[in-house]
């Protein structure tokens, strides 16, 4: 049984006939009831559940910067959602079942803010990596005082390291101390700026992978 409290003009919450209703990020929606299907494991359902899995297993770790990093994109659907949907469509490499992730492809921020120029890492410290990057200040917009968003994942143990605006587009580098777990195994680095004002983002840029 469904409900309406906004008269006949409003959305309903339930279930009449064969139609559903409801309201998700304040947004009134009904659809069918999907037909039973004869084989819910098709080879492509395979197939697609197998791609969305790696994307979604490696984004996971990364929620809580995705929500700064796609906020721009997450217009009737999760900053998440909006992240596993870029990447599902070009981060993935392999072929069913030994899917995996494209690392250099990856973006964990999108936004109209130029981005890092020729981002490296460099590590002469046990436990310590070392962002460097061009200043590229007044470039389409871009400034000096733009805040760095660092990443560092670490894909086998699920985990990341993260800075936000301890350094600045003009500055041109930065260390990030790793915590001991993280030693003998490797991991994934990403760059991004956000302006002072934190209100436009770049695209991440992928600076590169390392065993730290």
């Not at 006949?8 to 999907?34: A, E, H």
């Not at 490696?58 to 809580?64: C, E, N, R, T």
């Not at 871009?142 to 993260?162: F, I, Q, S």
């Amino acid at each position: 049984m469904a409900t309406n409290e906004q008269g006949i003009l409003g959305g309903f919450s339930g279930k009449v006939g064969t139609v559903i209703g409801g309201n998700w990020n304040g947004v009134d929606f009904m659809r069918g009831i999907p037909a039973r299907i004869a084989n819910p494991r098709t080879a492509a359902q395979q197939d697609q559940r197998a791609r969305m899995g790696t994307i979604v297993q490696f984004l996971s770790p990364l929620k809580a910067f995705l929500r700064v990093g796609f906020k721009k994109q997450a217009i009737k659907m999760s900053a998440f959602n909006a992240a596993t949907s870029y990447n599902l469509a070009h981060a993935i490499t392999g072929t069913y079942p030994d899917y995996g992730v494209d690392y250099s492809k990856v973006l964990i921020s999108q936004g109209k803010l130029p981005g890092a120029l020729n981002p490296q890492i460099i590590s002469t410290t046990s436990g310590q990596i070392k962002f460097t990057w061009e200043d590229n200040s007044l470039n389409n917009g871009a400034m000096g005082n733009d805040r760095a968003l660092l990443v560092v994942y670490n894909p086998e143990k699920g985990l990341v390291v993260t800075s936000f605006g301890d350094s600045i587009r003009a500055e041109g580098s930065q260390m990030i101390t790793l915590p001991s777990k993280f030693e003998g195994t490797e991991v994934q680095c990403y760059i991004a700026f956000q302006n002072a004002n934190q209100t436009v983002i770049s695209d991440s840029r992928w600076a590169g992978g390392m065993v730290v």
